[in-house]
């Protein structure tokens, strides 16, 4: 093919930066958030968790500790150990997996339709279970589904986030004290992120409406 006939506005956009090393945040992953179904210590108020931003984030009662670097989801209740269980980014599969770290009361997945399976014994962690859009995740009183909408898609109206409706994270001491509501999500390389800026003026707008 003549190099005239290239079109550039027929080429696939392709994501940015796909080069650059390995920067948790430039790693391209599927769109996953969770959302809050019912919970007996989170408030319904916040329904959101966005896990598409980090490679991996940990479930657990108490503060993470220690090396790790991944932000925890707290679920501070007794039926829920001090570190239960982990969600990770399987780059060979493409998927998302997801842990028990060896939890005394269990992680349970029920897939749409189908029926609760726990995924180890108690005090044994598991093989990693694989999720698909519309599992539900619980763990002690909290049940979370989980959301993976193709690029396109993006999100539905039950796991758009937006600046008033994500669960915050906690981050190990060493890394900071601080919460992962983002900050403009710079940096960010999927299509789900990318379109966050400006799809939080509106729902911003049609959330506060709901309160
Ligand atoms: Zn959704």
Redesign the pocket.
């Known amino acids: 093919m003549a190099e005239r006939d290239y079109d550039p506005s027929l080429e696939f956009p392709g994501f940015e930066n796909p080069e650059e090393p390995e920067q948790a945040s430039q790693i391209k992953r599927q769109p996953f958030?969770l959302v809050l179904l019912k919970s007996a210590v989170l408030s319904t108020k916040r329904r959101v968790v966005d896990i598409t931003q980090h490679l991996e984030v940990s479930i657990g009662r108490d503060r993470p500790t220690g090396s790790s670097s991944s932000p925890r989801l707290r679920l501070k209740e007794m039926a829920v150990s001090k570190y239960h269980a982990i969600l990770y980014w399987d780059a060979q599969r493409d998927m998302w997996g997801l842990v028990d770290v060896g939890s005394v009361h269990g992680t349970f997945v029920q897939a749409e339709g189908g029926a609760s399976r726990r995924l180890s014994p108690p005090k044994v962690a598991s093989h990693p279970h694989f999720l698909r859009h519309l599992d539900v995740i619980t763990i002690g009183g909290t049940h979370l589904q989980c959301?993976m909408?193709p690029g396109k898609e993006g999100?539905?109206s039950?796991?758009e986030p937006n600046a008033s409706n994500l669960i915050p994270l906690t981050y190990p001491d060493a890394i900071a004290q601080k919460e992962s509501v983002p900050e403009g999500h710079q940096g960010t390389t999927t299509v789900h992120e990318g379109r966050l800026a400006h799809q939080y003026m509106w729902t911003e707008l049609l959330y506060a409406e709901n309160i």
């Open positions: 958030s959301h909408h999100a539905c039950q796991c």
